[in-house]
């Protein structure tokens, strides 16, 4: 019975000493509430980096628009993934996990980009930024746009 005991024991510590399970490429989610406490408080990024990096063809950042589809086809930044803003996120996720991801929305405080990467963060992306002003920021620069209504485009309301 005590070695009954021992083993019970033993198989305790080390379930308490095993490494928690982190977010793999597979999009399997961490514990949320494990992540939550975890993360660091949201990054912006201004619109005037952004363009600059845009420029000079760096490759180490992914820009994430989280406009429905139809918005993100009638305009948006160049380069820009489309990555809609959900209310739940589910894996598998196909954003770059080797790059920084710049999300943007058209939110007047950047909201759905500020819940999304939140919510990217629970599936272990944690080098993310917010772009500052989001796509009413980039317009309002005058800054290059793309997409099959770029006259007509404004954006679509913001999701949260």
Not at 59 to 80: I, K, M, R, S
Not at 81 to 96: A, D, H
Request: glycine share 4%; aromatic share 10%.
């Amino acid at each position: 019975m005590n070695k009954w005991f021992a083993v019970a024991g033993l198989a305790l510590a080390l379930a308490a000493w095993a490494p928690k399970a982190t977010a793999q490429d597979d999009g399997a989610m961490m514990d949320p509430d494990a992540a939550m406490a975890d993360q660091a408080p949201i990054e912006f990024i201004a619109p005037a980096e952004v363009k600059k990096m845009i420029e000079d063809k760096a490759t180490n950042f992914a820009l994430v628009d989280t406009q429905p589809e139809e918005a993100y086809e009638a305009a948006h930044v160049p380069g820009a993934i489309n990555f809609p803003w959900v209310e739940q996120v589910k894996p598998p996720i196909t954003l770059p996990r080797n790059k920084m991801l710049i999300l943007y929305c058209p939110c007047n405080h950047d909201e759905d980009s500020i819940d999304m990467t939140k919510k990217l963060r629970a599936f272990g992306y944690m080098n993310t930024k917010v772009l500052e002003g989001g796509w009413y920021k980039w317009v309002e620069l005058k800054y290059p746009v793309v997409g099959n209504d770029i006259a007509g485009a404004t954006a679509a309301v913001c999701s949260t």
